[in-house]
């Protein structure tokens, strides 16, 4: 299957600072990127869902100034959580597709863990 | 409203015993898919299947087979032979589109150990 590689796969910040997560499509374009969220032991919720080169419709209630997305290529989405908090700690999976090959399964990145000091 | 429900919240089985995993979904969509994940205490999600709303058939992959039964909404899956290195979190998933673009509907997980 394609390949979505996330970077970090960890990560520790302090309170009060911000931390950028990067996922890129590594063998194919991927149109539509999803970021999740998922607290320990819980299911993956999604968080907003982003087009290439359009702004990202994020899910009711998640802050959109909080978590900034960014999807300015067809191989790359960023996920920068702003003014980090430690309820912020979790593990943040990205999700990527290529609508135009109509192919209705989304590869996911290996996530990254989260931790806010 | 659509929803995926896993009511199996952990289990634990004996190395080379047999376990099935339930996956109960709603949905009023006509066409959908679904999804079955493992995701190993590394965290990342590792595909195992996808089904659409039109087939059925049941399908077998080495000791990992899935029963769809659409009268039942039922997507089960089913381990023979089960192995340590089985043990993770299994999320079953309903994808469907939504304002033109297709979701992803997580059930809550079951957490699978393998016991040698």
């Known amino acids: 299957g394609a390949v979505v590689s996330q970077h970090p796969s960890w990560v520790i910040c302090k309170s009060g600072t911000s931390v950028k997560i990067e996922c890129r499509s590594l063998?194919?374009?991927?149109?539509?990127m999803f970021w999740y969220r998922q607290f320990p032991k819980q299911s993956l919720m999604l968080m907003a869902t982003?087009?290439?080169?359009?702004?990202?419709?994020?899910e009711q209630g998640v802050e959109k100034d909080k978590f900034l997305i960014n999807h300015a290529s067809l191989t790359l989405s960023t996920l920068t959580v702003t003014s980090a908090h430690p309820e912020d700690s979790s593990f943040y999976i990205c999700?990527?597709?290529?609508?135009?090959?109509?192919?209705?399964?989304?590869?996911f990145g290996q996530g990254t863990r989260l931790t806010v000091v | 409203a659509q929803k995926v429900t896993q009511a199996q919240t952990e289990i634990s089985v004996v190395e080379k015993e047999d376990v099935t995993l339930d996956c109960v979904y709603e949905t009023r969509d006509t066409t959908y898919y679904l999804f079955w994940y493992k995701q190993p205490p590394s965290g990342e999600l590792v595909f195992l299947i996808r089904r659409n709303s039109f087939d059925e058939q049941n399908e077998i992959s080495g000791r990992y087979s899935w029963n769809f039964q659409k009268s039942t909404s039922s997507f089960n899956f089913t381990i023979t032979a089960s192995q340590v290195v089985d043990s993770a979190v299994y999320f079953c998933?309903?994808?469907?589109?939504?304002?033109?673009?297709?979701?992803?509907?997580f059930g809550t997980g079951t957490r699978l150990k393998v016991l040698a």
């Open positions: 982003s087009n290439e080169g359009s702004k990202a419709t994020y």
């Open positions: 063998d194919f374009q991927a149109t539509t």
């Open positions: 999700s990527a597709e290529d609508r135009r090959t109509m192919n209705t399964e989304a590869f």
């Open positions: 998933a309903l994808s469907k589109v939504t304002s033109g673009t297709y979701k992803y509907i």
